[in-house]
């Protein structure tokens, strides 16, 4: 069993739809978890940083962990075709760098 | 630009041959991360360097590869008698870092090897 799991799709949906994405983990050293997006070819950016459980918004992105369950959620909410792109879950232990990446989930918002 | 920079973006080689791959971090990151990542997978963790000190190596590290920062700021990563199984997109990350701070990276845009 992989320490981070996510569902590698593809997910398709309409534009203004809401997206939710997730992952689960097995590691419960895990406190620090992030979400990034990667178009192709190109390097992984850093949308949601998060410490811990609990919930974290900005702008049309939620990220939520529930480290009872070993389970983190991002959504994104009216989604547009300038977000069709790879999401990455990833998370360390605490003042650990080695991070553990799921294998991203491919998502077309289609107009 | 200020982001993380790597060199060169694409490298073609053959089996058999060496390679290095430079990193330039943000600036005032202390911290510096080499990552792996095939096509389909997520990133993999190969190794992290505070400052200059190589702190963590991957298990996926074998002999054949090294990484060094010599005076805390760019750092390379040599792959040794490449193999095919090499080919892949190798990514360079940095955060600031402290004793009481977690992860927040941000990634260059990756070296994408080929070995024929």
């Known amino acids: 069993q992989k320490e981070v799991e996510q569902d590698p799709g593809p997910l398709s949906v309409p ?23 990667q ?5 992984p950016e850093l949308l949601m940083y998060t410490y811990s459980s609990g919930n974290k918004e900005d ?5 939520q962990v ?12 009216d989604s547009q075709p300038s977000d069709s792109a790879t999401y990455l879950c990833a998370m360390s232990p605490y003042n650990n760098n080695d991070m553990r990446f799921g294998a991203g989930t491919r998502l077309t918002v289609k107009p | ?17 060496n390679v290095t791959f430079r990193c330039d ?16 997978q997520g990133p993999e963790f190969l190794t992290y360097f ?3 000190a190589q702190l963590e190596k991957s298990r996926l590290l074998s002999d054949r590869f090294s990484a060094e920062r010599p005076k805390g700021s760019f750092s390379t ?11 892949a997109m190798y990514l360079c990350a940095s955060s600031l870092g402290g004793a009481a701070r977690g992860t927040e990276a941000f990634f260059g845009q990756g070296t994408r090897l080929t070995v024929v």
């Not at chain 1, 702008?59 to 990220?63: K, L």
């Not at chain 2, 971090?25 to 389909?40: A, V």
């Open chain 2, 77 to 87: 990563l040599e792959i040794q008698r490449t193999e095919q199984g090499d080919s």
């Open chain 1, 59 to 63: 702008g049309r992105f939620t990220a």
């Open chain 2, 1 to 17: 630009d200020t982001g993380v920079s790597q060199n060169p973006r694409h490298k073609i080689t053959k089996r058999g041959q």
């Open chain 1, 15 to 37: 534009e203004g739809a809401i997206v939710s994405l997730n992952c689960t983990y097995s590691n419960s050293a895990f406190q620090y978890f992030m979400w990034y997006r």
């Open chain 2, 50 to 52: 505070q400052n200059e």
């Open chain 1, 66 to 77: 529930d480290k009872s369950s070993k389970y983190i959620s991002l959504f994104i909410r």
């Open chain 1, 39 to 43: 178009y192709s070819r190109k390097g």
């Open chain 2, 25 to 40: 971090p943000i600036s005032e990151h202390n911290r510096l991360y080499w990552y792996r990542q095939t096509l389909g």
